[in-house]
């Protein structure tokens, strides 16, 4: 802890998803379903900030034969990011501040008839010590996260004519074990993950509210099917990773 200059805002960061992004949105009646597909359920709000369209989305799935180190690996690592993230034209680390702590500039397609937006953001992967217990009272075999916040950067020499859009997006996720009996080893069909991604994503400056809303409703379902996929078959041959 404390290994670099964000430590502090980061640990707040973890904290306040801890806290709150791990509450199932079924449980309550603020957040609303707005795509189902099999274990994957996503909600919304909706959010107005200064006359800009702020929606926060949670979403949770279950997801086989992968480990919640493996998922928020795949997530983290910038080596692959082009592998799944469908809606980034460029993107590039401006620092590391350790291991598993670095600060990314990217930059999103242009969405008509939108100005093209911008992110800048440090993006932290961490194993959580002592697992919040789900609401079903089950014990996961280890709980990984990844944080990544808007934080501001000299060396963000920013692409002309994109909207700065801040960011501050949670993967939270979470390993079940189920043994095979019998003393045999244990094998991905043992395995499963749990997330829950939370996402806020203010657009930085107007855009259409039917433009935005069109862009949630349809990238962050694609995201969900795209990525997970991804890390299911990427690990599918590997080593089981805890
Ligand atoms: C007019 C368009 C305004 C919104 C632009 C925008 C800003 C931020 C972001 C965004 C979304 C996911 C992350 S992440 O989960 O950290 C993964 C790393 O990239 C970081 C940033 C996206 C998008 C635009 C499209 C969009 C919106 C949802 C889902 C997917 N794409």
């Given at each position: 802890?404390?290994?670099?200059?964000?430590?502090a805002?980061?640990?707040?960061?973890?904290?306040?998803?801890?806290?709150?992004s791990?509450?199932?949105?079924?449980?309550?009646n603020?957040?609303e379903?707005?795509?189902?597909?099999?274990?994957?359920?996503?909600y919304?709000?909706?959010?107005?900030?200064?006359?800009?369209?702020c929606?926060p989305?949670?979403?949770i799935?279950s997801?086989k034969?992968?480990?919640?180190?493996e998922?928020?690996?795949?997530?983290?690592?910038?080596d692959?990011?082009?592998?799944?993230?469908?809606?980034?034209?460029?993107?590039?680390?401006?620092?590391v501040?350790?291991?598993?702590?670095?600060?990314?500039?990217?930059?999103?397609?242009?969405?008509?008839?939108s100005?093209q937006?911008?992110c800048l953001?440090l993006?932290?992967?961490l194993?959580?010590?002592?697992?919040?217990?789900?609401?079903?009272?089950r014990?996961?075999?280890?709980?990984?996260?990844?944080c990544?916040?808007?934080?501001?950067?000299?060396?963000?020499n920013?692409?002309?004519g994109?909207?700065r859009?801040t960011?501050?997006?949670?993967?939270?996720?979470?390993t079940?074990?189920?043994?095979?009996?019998?003393?045999?080893?244990?094998d991905?069909?043992c395995?499963?993950?749990?997330?829950?991604?939370?996402?806020?994503?203010?657009?930085g400056?107007w855009?259409?509210?039917s433009v935005?809303?069109?862009?949630?409703?349809r990238?962050y379902?694609?995201?969900?099917?795209r990525?997970?996929?991804?890390?299911?078959?990427?690990t599918?041959?590997?080593?089981?990773w805890?």
């Open positions: 802890k404390g290994e670099h200059r964000l430590s805002v980061l640990e707040k960061h973890i904290q306040n998803h801890l806290s709150d791990l509450q199932l949105p079924g449980n309550d603020t957040w379903l707005f795509a189902e597909e099999g274990e994957m359920k996503v919304r709000k909706e959010l107005v900030e200064d006359g800009l369209i929606d989305l949670k979403a799935h997801i034969r992968v480990t919640a180190r998922m928020c690996h795949y997530f983290w690592d910038t692959v990011r082009l592998e799944w993230e469908g809606t980034i034209e460029s993107f590039r680390v401006l620092e501040l350790d291991e598993r702590t670095i600060i990314i500039y990217q930059t999103h397609k242009r969405v008509w008839p100005a937006r911008d953001y993006s932290s992967m194993k959580i010590d002592n697992p919040p217990v789900t609401d079903g009272g014990i996961p075999h280890d709980t990984w996260m990844v990544n916040f808007s934080v501001d950067h000299n060396d963000a920013s692409v002309s994109c909207v859009a960011v501050e997006i949670c993967l939270i996720c979470q079940f074990v189920t043994p095979p009996g019998d003393n045999r080893p244990i991905r069909d395995l499963h993950c749990e997330i829950v991604y939370v996402a806020n994503v203010n657009p400056g855009a259409p509210a935005l809303r069109a862009i949630y409703k990238e379902p694609k995201f969900l099917r990525f997970t996929a991804y890390v299911q078959t990427k599918n041959a590997k080593e089981i805890f």
